[in-house]
Structure formats: C-alpha cells, structure tokens
C-alpha cells in the first residue's frame, strides 16, 4: 500500500502478558517515529529511527518499553509486562530524507490491558 | 505545564461558520508548526505545515504562526460537517532528528 501500515489495529491483553506491534512505513522512507496517545491527549513521542539505527529513545517511558528496526524498514514496539496505564493508541509515523521531512501516520494500534 | 496548550473543546459551529482553533507554546526553540486532522479511530492526518512566524493558505483552510507570541492558529472557512473531527496542533525544532511535539487536539463538531 502506499501509506504507513499499522497491526494488529486492535489489541487485548491481560496485565502482565507482553505484545508486539507492528509497523510497516512507506516504502523508502529512512525515518521512523512511534508516539502513544492517551486517551483525549495528543500523541506524545515515543522513539525515532533513522534506517536501522535508534537515533532517540528519550520518549519511552520505562525500560518495559522496546523497539528495533532491524532491517530500517519494518519496526517492532514491543512492551514486556504489560500494565493498566499502558492502555492507549500506538502510533507509528515515517519521512523521507531526514527526520525533518513531513512525517506521514498510519491509523494506529489501539492497545487495551485489562 | 505542557508545552503546547490546546483547549481540547468540544467546539459546535453551524455549517457554514468559520472555525478558529488555536494553540500556545512555551519553547521559543519551535520552528516548525503544523495541523494535524484526526478522524475517529484514524492517525493524524497533515492538513498544514509553516516554518516561522508568518500566514499560510490553502484552500478554506489558513494557518496563522506568530512567534513573538508563541501563538499559532489555524483557520477554516466555510466550514462543512465532513471537518467533524479533532484537530492536533504540533511543532518542533530546527534538528534532524525531529520529533513532533502536540497539543491536547480541539475535537470540533459542524452541525447541519
């Protein structure tokens, strides 16, 4: 497809269980970002990869929190022992050159843990 | 206090009004501002993006930066009830690495 892609778009999971999400950008675009929007918040930033590498993780929130990129293409956010404040909208965003470009979003992995 | 200040609403107009939606900033180090339309259950969608103080039209839509402020706006004309949504403001800084600092989002509601 030709915009960022985002799954599973729904997730349950019970506390303390761990879940992956996943994201697929535009194709070609170097920069990848992955914000969590609360519910009636704006996104707030997460981690920012440029091609495979971690350039920013000052946004995740505890150490339970985990991303990789390992091809620079396709990203993972992997939360381990899942808690109830984790419950939110998982953004993923890419851009093209630099991480100064448009970043463009995908409609979001909307997590629930019960 | 938050960065970016967004009355998150909700805002009723009728159709046909026109829509003011504003944000506040406290980091004078923000060059890049941007609107950002969220539909429910969708991510955001760009609707405008401006560098520095300055106006910016596209359309029934124009967006209004005043740095010395650290003001910015985003106007729509016209409005019709398809622009039923949550409107995001963001901005960042002039680094590459970027990342988008938003507000709260104004949810707005165009009645017939």
């Known amino acids: 497809g030709a915009g960022v892609s985002q799954s599973p778009r729904y997730k349950v999971a019970k506390r303390g269980q761990d879940v992956a999400l996943r994201c697929d950008p535009i194709s070609g675009h170097v920069s990848l970002f992955w914000y969590q929007q609360a519910l009636g918040q704006g996104p707030e930033f997460l981690t920012y990869f440029q091609n495979e590498a971690q350039l920013d993780k000052s946004g995740l929130p505890s150490d339970r929190f985990f991303a990789e990129r390992p091809e620079g293409s396709v990203s993972t956010l992997k939360i381990q022992r899942t808690q109830q404040e984790d419950s939110a909208v998982y953004l993923c965003?890419?851009?093209?050159?630099?991480?100064?470009?448009?970043?463009?979003f995908g409609p979001g992995t909307r997590l629930t843990v019960l | 206090q938050k960065e970016v200040e967004q009355d998150p609403g909700p805002l009723s107009v009728p159709e046909g009004a026109i829509v003011s939606l504003n944000c506040t900033y406290s980091n004078s180090a923000f060059q890049y501002f941007m609107w950002y339309r969220q539909y429910s259950r969708k991510g955001p969608e760009l609707l405008m993006y401006t560098y520095s103080s300055g106006n910016k039209e596209d359309g029934r839509f124009t967006a209004q930066v005043d740095k010395s402020s650290k003001y910015i706006s985003l106007f729509i004309r016209d409005s019709q009830p398809s622009d039923s949504a949550t409107y995001l403001c963001a901005m960042r800084n002039t680094g590459t690495a970027s990342k988008l600092t938003f507000g709260t989002g104004t949810r707005l509601q165009v009645t017939l």
């Open positions: 965003a890419s851009s093209g050159t630099t991480g100064t470009d448009t970043q463009y």
